[in-house]
């Protein structure tokens, strides 16, 4: 959960009187989650931000679902994914259920003619390959390699890239995504047993406001649809904003592995928590230190969930072939563990130095059409010696 963050001119109470220079009122507007329940930010903008002067025709982008019900190992080589200048139409859904939509995505150009909206998901957009700017109303952050993405649905935003050169692993949540409750005093600081803390959290810094009317187009994504609007103001109109519900970064680097005298089970790896999934982060780490522990995890069964392994970087003592990029999917309901011969060369081992992002959602994924596409179709065998 991000801490209270305010950027910007702000009045001194809510809901009060608000001028510009010329006596005009600033427009408020309250940005609010589960009902008023929740976090919530107050925005101040130059204008109304209810200025439509039209909306165009809807398109689909649901996901293609291809295999609804499916019971096998299954690895996806993600750089098969092919570029797309478009950030939008790159977007491709892989591995999706009712609760997440896992997406790769590879745009060469920086999104300069339209803005998004995400209004039926938060998201988290991992960075592999590439570095820019996310834009927002509520600021920018500088993002690079390694870096999370943390946007709540609802957050108007343009990311602009450095180069053409992008890879980027995408989770849309249905539900919010926080940091892990048991980090988390009761106060909602991150406590000292946390593997990162609030000195780790990218919040939005340099807030430009953009007092500007004429036409933009803002794409909002709603019920699997993107409905293209267009706005008479600016959509980063922002001359000031307080509050807790707003995009900010965390970077995998900074996540600190908790480590054990024998084999640490994944949860130890947690990221973020929602009410539907839990995303991991496995980072280079020092080994078990008992003398007689073996380092490779164990054969274990997922009884309540699947495992998705989005393989980033580094050497996979547990795998073999593994390339950057590849996606596993390890369906509940069969074992899945270690390849023939991994074992034996842990032992003695004193360190990793893999870098993944693992997700463990609550109810089955189903592959999308493009997922048959980059299927490793003989995958389920590589556990043959």
Known sequence: MPIYHQLGKVPQKRHTIFRKPNGELFS??????????????????????????????????????????????????GFKIQPKDDYLESRTPVLVNQDLHVSLAAPRLSMLDYFYKNSQADEIIFIHEGSGVLKTGYGKIRFEYGDYLVIPRGVIYQLHFDNP??????????SPIRTPKRYRNEFGQLMEHAPFCERDIKRPEDLETIDQTGEFEIRIKKQGLIYPYVYGSHPFDF???????????????????????????????????????????????????????????YNHSN??????????????????????????LHPGGI?????????????????????AVMIDPFRPLMLTEEALEIEDQEYYKSWIG
Request: hydrophobic content about 30%; charged content about 20%; some cysteine.
């Open 165 to 174: 050169d992008n890879r980027l692993f995408i989770v849309e949540s249905f």
């Open 28 to 77: 408020e507007e309250l940005v609010s989650t589960h009902g008023f329940s929740s976090t919530y930010s107050l925005v101040y903008h130059c204008y109304p931000p209810t200025l439509v002067k039209q909306i165009r025709d809807p398109y689909d982008v649901s996901p293609r679902i291809a295999r609804e019900k499916h019971l096998k190992h299954t690895s996806l080589k």
């Open 335 to 355: 074992p899945h563990g270690p390849h023939p011969g991994t074992v034996e060369k842990s032992i003695g081992q004193t360190k990793t130095e893999e870098l």
């Open 303 to 328: 009884v309540d969930s699947d495992e998705v392994l989005y393989y980033v970087d580094g050497d996979f003592m547990s795998r073999k072939s593994v390339e950057r990029g590849q996606i596993t």
């Open 239 to 297: 001359v000031g904003w307080d509050g807790y519900h707003y995009p900010w970064a965390f970077s995998i680097h900074d996540f600190m592995p908790l480590t054990g005298k024998l084999h640490q089970p994944p949860p130890v790896h947690q990221t973020f928590e929602t009410e539907t999934f839990v995303l991991c982060s496995f980072c280079p780490r020092l080994y078990d230190y008992h003398p007689q522990s073996i380092p490779a995890p």
